[in-house]
């Protein structure tokens, strides 16, 4: 089988990886892909922009793709689903209504109150006025969140008042390109936690729960970016929390879906709170798999990858046995350029990889690429995946540490903190 991935970080290196670790798996063709999966023995990149549907439909039809997995959500909210099936192929990843569920956090919401999911209260605002007379009379901390996409920028937990108003204006004043509506949600406390599921529209079954580290700096410091590191499974999920987020959240999730005429098959991730006291609330959900999350769950997964996609497309998940998964633990720290997640500079020529997979750890490229001289340099704010797994968090962390240490790019930064939740001893790792 010819299997298509759209996407170029490190989720789809993941993704590719994976699924080429089965023998049915022929050739995987990444769109446009990156510097790791353009390496990689029976795959190669496909240069196309990944909103350029008409081009992936033409190369598809005529080579022979049984099915396409779409890793962004930019292309699932543009109707890439759509677009594909109507050209008679199967896709993995939700049509564009059903990908609404990330694009609009509006919208999500009124899913969440409609379907009775626990969120946080919310109110939506369509003029900076009223937005920020709301706010006066809540006060702070208060969370101010952009409608739309706005790859993981859009939202400020205010410590003020002021604060919360500077972020309305800056939201109004069109900075995240969708200005038209703002979500101002009460401040959550406690651990967050992300369960991605697999559904084909009617059953729905997590995979391991993960956390990923958002901030830039140790210790959860500084700037959000789109996550500095992962682990899985995260112990905060237990089996009973797991059982209450599948009946309280998941089911309730695609049944409503499914009331609004909503035929979602792919990946629906829930960003969840668990507070100190164990109430649980739903932060956001997302229309596809989280990255770094996939970087650490797909390497402990046992069953095939695509045996579990093509059950989604072809609405048979309840007929497969449960997912299997190899035990122990998984733990990916990202390598970043300097300057993330503000200003970088691309094309620093990267060393070190062979090194650190002759370590046991496992690399995936995010923002890399081979360029004119077919050398491998960088070419995104999160470089590298670096993911070890082991009998347990300190194996696996410990694994991912001692690969990264063989990386070697100009700028290179990297948390070396990551797992600290997990296990004390990170939080006095060393910095060399
Ligand atoms: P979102 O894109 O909605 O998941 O928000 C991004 C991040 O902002 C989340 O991962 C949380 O760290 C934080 N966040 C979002 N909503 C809330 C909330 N209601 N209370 C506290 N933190 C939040
Ligand atoms: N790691 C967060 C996300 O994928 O949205």
Redesign the pocket.
Known sequence: MKVLVVGNGGREHALAWKLLQSKQIEQVICVPGNGGTASMERCHNLPLAVDDFEGMSRYALSNGITLVIVGPEVPLSKGITDYLQDKGLMVFGPVRAGAQIEASKAWAKALMQEAGIPT?RAAVFTEAAAAKSYIKATGAPI?V?ADGLAA?KG?T?AETVAQAESAVDAIFQGQFSAGEFVVI????IGQ?VSVLALTDGVTIRPLLPAQDH?RIGDGDTGENTGGMGAYSPAPIATPELMARIQTEVLEKAIATLRAKGIDYRGVLYA?L?IAPDGDLKV??FNCRFGDPETQVILPLLETPLEELILACVQQRLSELPPIAWKGGASATVVAASSGYPGEYEKGQVITGISEAEATGATVFHAGTKLNQQQELVTDGGRVLNVTGIGENFEQAIAQAYAGIKYIQFEGIYYRRDIGHRVVVSVKHRETP
């Open positions: 946080a969370v969140k993981g939202v937990v949600e009460e401040c959550l967050e958002k960003g709170m932060l956001e």
